[in-house]
C-alpha cells in the first residue's frame, strides 16, 4: 500500500523555496506581534482560512475528489457558535466542538449518498450542498437574523475569560493552525493517509488491494468538513459577526486559489497560499468587492498558465496511472506558488 | 372552492418559472453537446440579460424591446468572450473535467462582481412587456407575463428545433454533439461550434433572464441559483437532450410551487436544490434518459 514516491524526501531544489517562504512567514508574525495593528487582523484571516483550505486539501489533494460545498460546513460551525454563544450564552468551547460535531454529522449523512456520484454530479451536488445551507442561513431568520447576521459574537476565551487582545488571538488561531496542520500531516503519513493516496491513484486499484474506497472516501469527506467547520468556528469568534454573505460561493472560490497558489496535495501548501492570497489583496484594502474579484480572476489565470501544476491533479482527477508522484507534485505546487506570487 | 384554485394558481405560476428553467437547462445542453463541457457560469448569462436590459431601460432611456434585444446580443458576446478567453485555452489543452468547472466557477464569480462594482447591490426590476389585465379563467388569474414567458419560451423551443434538424450549422452542432472527434474528421470547424455554442447558450440565458424578471426582480447574484436550477432541468431530462432539458425545467417549476405552497416561499431555492440531490441519488440519468 505504501508507494516509493510518497515516502520519498523532496528533493533539494524543492526544499529551498519553501524554507525562505517559512523565514518570510515567520518573519511576518514577528512582526504583527511586534507592531500589531491590521496585519494581525490579515494574519488572522490567513490562518483561519489555512485551516479551511487544509481541509479541503485533505479531501482534493490526498483523496483526489471534489467538493465545492465546504462552505456549508463552514457556515454550520460558525453559525453554531454565534448562535450558542449569543442567544443562549453557552461558552466559546462547548460551542465550537457542537458546532464542530454537527458538521461532522451532516458531512457523513450527506457524504454517504453522494459520494457515489462522479463527475459533473459530484460537482453540482456539493455545490447545492453549499447554497443549500446558506439559503438556510438567509431564510431561518428567527435564529440565525437573515441577512442581517449576527453580531457581537464573543472572542475566544476559556473557562470564563476572553482573550485580552487582537494579537492574543492571533496567537490562539496559530496554535489551532499548527495543531490543524501537524494532525493532517500525521494522517496523511498514516494508513488512513496511504489509503487515501491509493484512492487519489486509481479507484480500481485500491479496491483491488482490499481498501474499502466508500467508506475512506466518506472518511475524508468528514475529516475535511471538520476542518471547515472549525475554521468557521473560529472565524466567528475571531471577527465577532458571521452573515450568509461570509459563507458564500467565493469562500470556495478563494479556497480553491489558495490552493492552487500552495500547491495542491501538500501539507505546506494550504498555508503557503492562505498567506500569499491574504497579503495580495491587501493593496486592495477597504474594497472588498474588488478582492474577490482579483481571488477569481488569480484562479482563472493559474488554472490556464499552469499546466505543469494542472498535470499532477489531472492524474488525481481520472484517477488513472501509477501511484501519485507526491514529491513531483510538491516540487510543482511550491514552483508553482511563485510563479502565482509573482504574476 | 378555494383550495383548488388557490392550487391552480400556484401551479400555473410554476409553469411559467419552469419555461425559465428550461431555456436555462438548454442552454446548458447546448454548450454540453457541442463540447462536453458543463459550463458552470451558466447563472451570469440569466442575471446579466436582466441586469443589462434594466440599465439600457433606465440609463440609455431605450424602450424595451430594443433594450431587450440589445442585451441579448451583449450577453451573446460575453458568452463568446468566456468562451475564448476562459474555456478555449483550457479546451486545447485538454484540460480536465474539475479544471473546466472550477475556472467558469471563477468566471462567474468575476463577473458577478464586476456587475456589483457596476450596478450596486440593490435588486432591479423591470415592467411587465404589456400592461393588459390579467387573464381570468375561473378563479384563476393568469398574469399578461406568463403569457409572454409562455409564447416566447415556446416559440424559442420551435425555433431550436428547426435549427438543429435543418440548418447547416445546427446539423453540424449535432454531429458535434454525438462524436467530436469523427464531426472534425468531416470537416466541421469543432473550435468553431464550441464558441458558437456560448454564443448561443448565452443568448438563450439573456432570454431568459430578461423574461422572468418582471415578475421577480435581478440582482449581481441571481446568477448561481438560475444556474442551479437550469442543471437540474438539464439533469431531469436526461442531459444533453434540449427537449427534455425544456420539460424537466417545467417539471422542476411545478415541484418548486408545491414546495412554496407547503413551506413557504422563502425555501423554494432549498427545495429545488434538495429535488437536485434526491434526483441525482436515485436516478442520475434523468427521467427519461439512458444511463450514460
Redesign the interface.
Known amino acids: 500500500m505504501t508507494s516509493p514516491a510518497t515516502t520519498s524526501p523532496p528533493s533539494g531544489r524543492a526544499r529551498l523555496a519553501p524554507a525562505l517562504l517559512w523565514a518570510a512567514g515567520a518573519a511576518l508574525v514577528a512582526y504583527a506581534f511586534v507592531a500589531g495593528g491590521y496585519l494581525v487582523t490579515v494574519l488572522g484571516f490567513a490562518a483561519l482560512y489555512a485551516i479551511f483550505v487544509t481541509g479541503l486539501n485533505f479531501f482534493m489533494g490526498y483523496t483526489g475528489q471534489v467538493s465545492f460545498g465546504q462552505n456549508a460546513f463552514a457556515a454550520i460551525g460558525g453559525y453554531t457558535s454565534a448562535v450558542l454563544t449569543t442567544a443562549y450564552n453557552w461558552p466559546v468551547f462547548a460551542a465550537m466542538p457542537l458546532g464542530i460535531g454537527a458538521a461532522a454529522l451532516l458531512a457523513l449523512a450527506i457524504g454517504y449518498p453522494t459520494l457515489r456520484l462522479r463527475g459533473h454530479y459530484l460537482a453540482m451536488a456539493t455545490l447545492a450542498l453549499g447554497m443549500i445551507v446558506q439559503e438556510i442561513a438567509v431564510q431561518w431568520d428567527r435564529v440565525t437574523m437573515g441577512y442581517t447576521g449576527i453580531a457581537a459574537i464573543p472572542p475566544l476565551g476559556a473557562f470564563g475569560r476572553e482573550l485580552p487582545n487582537e494579537r492574543a488571538q492571533l496567537a490562539a488561531l496559530l496554535a489551532a493552525l499548527a495543531l490543524a496542520v501537524w494532525v493532517a500531516s500525521r494522517l496523511k503519513h498514516s494508513r488512513l493517509g496511504h489509503a487515501l493516496a491509493a484512492i487519489a491513484g486509481s479507484e480500481d486499484a485500491a479496491r483491488a488491494l482490499g481498501i474499502d474506497v466508500a467508506r475512506y472516501k466518506l472518511i475524508a469527506f468528514v475529516v475535511a468538513a471538520v476542518y471547515a467547520a472549525f475554521a468557521g468556528s473560529m472565524f466567528a469568534h475571531f471577527v465577532g459577526f458571521v452573515s450568509p454573505e461570509v459563507f458564500g460561493l467565493h469562500m470556495v472560490v478563494l479556497g480553491f486559489t489558495m490552493l492552487y497558489v500552495g500547491g495542491i496535495g501538500t501539507v505546506y501548501g494550504p498555508l503557503v497560499g492562505a498567506l500569499i492570497i491574504s497579503l495580495l489583496p491587501e493593496t486592495f484594502r477597504g474594497f472588498k468587492e474588488f478582492q474577490d474579484l482579483a481571488y477569481g480572476a488569480a484562479l482563472i489565470v493559474i488554472l490556464i498558465y499552469a499546466p505543469k501544476g494542472l498535470a499532477s491533479l489531472a492524474r488525481l482527477w481520472t484517477r488513472r496511472g501509477a501511484a501519485p508522484d507526491a514529491a513531483a507534485a510538491a516540487t510543482a505546487g511550491t514552483s508553482r506558488g511563485d510563479a502565482g506570487a509573482a504574476r | 372552492m378555494p383550495e383548488t384554485t388557490f392550487l391552480i394558481q400556484t401551479l400555473v405560476s410554476g409553469v411559467g418559472t419552469g419555461f425559465i428553467y428550461g431555456l436555462i437547462g438548454i442552454g446548458f445542453c447546448v454548450i454540453y453537446n457541442a463540447s462536453g463541457i ?1 459550463n ?1 457560469a451558466q447563472g451570469v448569462f440569466v442575471m446579466l440579460g436582466g441586469m443589462i436590459t434594466h440599465a439600457l431601460l433606465t440609463r440609455a432611456g431605450l424602450p424595451l424591446p430594443l433594450a431587450a434585444l440589445v442585451a441579448v446580443v451583449a450577453v451573446a458576446l460575453i458568452g463568446v468572450v468566456i468562451e475564448r ?2 474555456v478555449r ?2 479546451w486545447r ?1 485538454n ?5 473546466m ?3 467558469t ?6 463577473i458577478e ?2 456587475t ?2 457596476a450596478a450596486g447591490d440593490q435588486p432591479k426590476t423591470l415592467p411587465g412587456f404589456s400592461d393588459a389585465a390579467p387573464l381570468r379563467i375561473g378563479g384563476i388569474a393568469i398574469g399578461v407575463q406568463l403569457l409572454w414567458i409562455a409564447g416566447v419560451s415556446l416559440l424559442l423551443v420551435g425555433a431550436l428545433a428547426l435549427f438543429f434538424a435543418r440548418t447547416r450549422t445546427g446539423r453540424a452542432m449535432r454531429a458535434c454533439a454525438i462524436n467530436r472527434e469523427a464531426a472534425a474528421l468531416m470537416g466541421i470547424p469543432v473550435a468553431r461550434m464550441l464558441g458558437f455554442s456560448f454564443a448561443l447558450s448565452a443568448g438563450l440565458g439573456a432570454v431568459a433572464g430578461i423574461l422572468i424578471t418582471p415578475t421577480q426582480y435581478t440582482a449581481f447574484n441571481v446568477g ?2 438560475f444556474a ?1 436550477s437550469g ?1 437540474i432541468a438539464a ?1 431531469l431530462g436526461g442531459f444533453g437532450s434540449a427537449l427534455g432539458a425544456f420539460a424537466g425545467g417545467i417539471m422542476l417549476g411545478v415541484a418548486q410551487a408545491l414546495a412554496i405552497v407547503l413551506f413557504g416561499a ?2 423554494k ?2 427545495a429545488a ?2 429535488i ?2 434526491l434526483f ?2 436515485a436516478r ?1 440519468a434523468g427521467l427519461f434518459g439512458k444511463a450514460h
Not at chain 2, 484540460?95 to 479544471?99: E, G, I, P, R, W
Not at chain 2, 466557477?105 to 468575476?110: D, G
Open positions: 458543463v458552470f478567453a476562459v485555452p483550457l489543452r484540460a480536465t473535467m474539475f479544471v468547472i472550477l475556472a466557477l471563477a468566471a462567474q464569480i468575476v462582481r464586476l456589483l462594482l448561481v441559483p442551479i442543471f439533469i422563502g425555501f431555492n432549498v436544490l434538495s437536485l440531490l441525482l441519488l442520475p
